[in-house]
């Protein structure tokens, strides 16, 4: 299902100076596409012409289609004409971003409707990571990564851990890159997020290489090659050092240790739990797949999965066959699969944005702890 919303007014009108009614220019329709939906606030009336809007930092574009109550009206956003069954991409960038909606009658009359789309500003949850490096005692190989310390520890209680690890677009050594793409590390360290769920995060960030990441899905030429995605890669066993040193130096309750990820870092999260089955209590892969020939290890592990049906990059059988393989064995994971159609942006492999929306999981994820 489309994720959108719509707002329909009739026609407005003039009285003419003979008398005559004649039509106002007005939009009668106006909907609003962007992955996880798109509000705004007012509702729509054609009376009404400023509008606002607010999108999650990893938000970005949403399209704008605009029906002109009169056939013969013509219609442009920010100066470009417009198609009404076309519509418009809108580009946004981080703060304000504004486009003006205009509708042209025949004889020249126009009305405007201005849209302001505030896309949140990520930085300031960004800046309360720390931001630090592991080197393994052994092979002196140094990982950078990044940890969320909730405020006001109390002395001698101990708090959830939230280890999340990214994409291959999110590889480097910068530091940055794993906590800004997207809201995967950041959605749990929100004030908002942490007044309900205060938490540590995690986020690690993988080698910009060959065979780098937290799953295998690139050859020696840096190619897409899904052929070693089961492998836990070398990153992933570094993540795992990561996160045992944190746990040592600060309060975690180690009962309620949980994994997320996505892409790479969803075949990492699956490979991980495969790997340390008692490590974590719970865990959200997103847009990866674990090996259904070693289900046996996670059937009783609480998981809630997702994918997208037409993910081009990574097919969406990873998912549901360790989904299978798990029902089989009598475990009763979540899964959820958006419906080809489902409206995520830039391309159907971003499952991960809707993912981190769903209210739903995250206090499903904190609800889980080890016996």
Not at 22 to 47: C, I, R, V, W
Not at 356 to 370: A, D, G, H, I, P
């Amino acid at each position: 299902m489309k994720a959108f919303v719509r707002f329909t007014l009739g026609l407005c009108a003039l009285v003419m100076g003979n008398g005559a009614l004649a039509a106002e220019p007005a939009l009668k329709d106006m909907t609003l596409y962007a992955t996880g939906g798109a509000y705004l606030n007012p509702h729509f009336m054609a009376t009404q012409h400023e509008y606002t809007v607010a999108v999650n930092s990893d938000i970005a574009e949403l399209q704008i289609k605009a029906l002109a109550a009169a056939d013969d009206a013509t219609l442009t956003i920010n100066d470009e004409a417009v198609a009404a069954d076309a519509g418009y991409t809108a580009k946004l960038e981080v703060g304000v971003n504004t486009y003006m909606v205009k509708v042209t009658a025949p004889d020249g009359m126009a009305a405007t409707y201005a849209i302001t789309i505030t896309k949140e500003d990520i930085a300031p949850v960004v800046a309360k990571f720390l931001k630090l490096t592991y080197t393994d005692p052994d092979t002196k190989t140094v990982m950078p990564y990044r940890l969320f310390v909730p405020e006001n520890l109390d002395a001698g209680k101990t708090y959830p851990l939230v280890l999340f690890l990214h994409g291959g677009g999110e590889r480097g050594d910068d530091n940055e890159k794993q906590i800004l793409a997207n809201q995967g590390p950041t959605i749990w360290a929100k004030p908002e997020e942490q007044a309900k769920r205060p938490c540590f995060v995690l986020a690690p960030q993988a080698r910009n290489v060959p065979d780098g990441g937290f799953g295998i899905t690139r050859d020696a030429e840096n190619k897409l090659n899904l052929a070693r995605v089961f492998e836990l890669s070398q990153d992933a066993q570094m993540a795992m050092k990561v996160l045992q040193q944190v746990m040592a130096e600060y309060p975690v309750d180690t009962s309620r240790v949980y994994a997320t990820g996505l892409s790479q870092g969803g075949y990492g999260t699956w490979n991980l739990n495969l790997t340390y089955p008692d490590v974590f209590a719970a865990m959200v892969p997103i847009c990866g797949g674990g090996d259904p020939a070693l289900a046996a290890n996670l059937a009783q592990k609480p998981i809630w999965a997702f994918h997208a049906e037409a993910d081009p990059i990574i097919p969406v059988s990873y998912s549901r066959n360790i989904i299978q393989a798990l029902r089989n064995l009598g475990g009763n994971p979540r899964y959820t699969e958006y419906v080809a159609g489902t409206y995520i942006k830039p391309l159907e492999h971003f499952s991960w944005v809707l993912a981190y929306q769903t209210v739903e999981m995250r206090e499903w994820l904190f609800s889980q702890k080890k016996p």
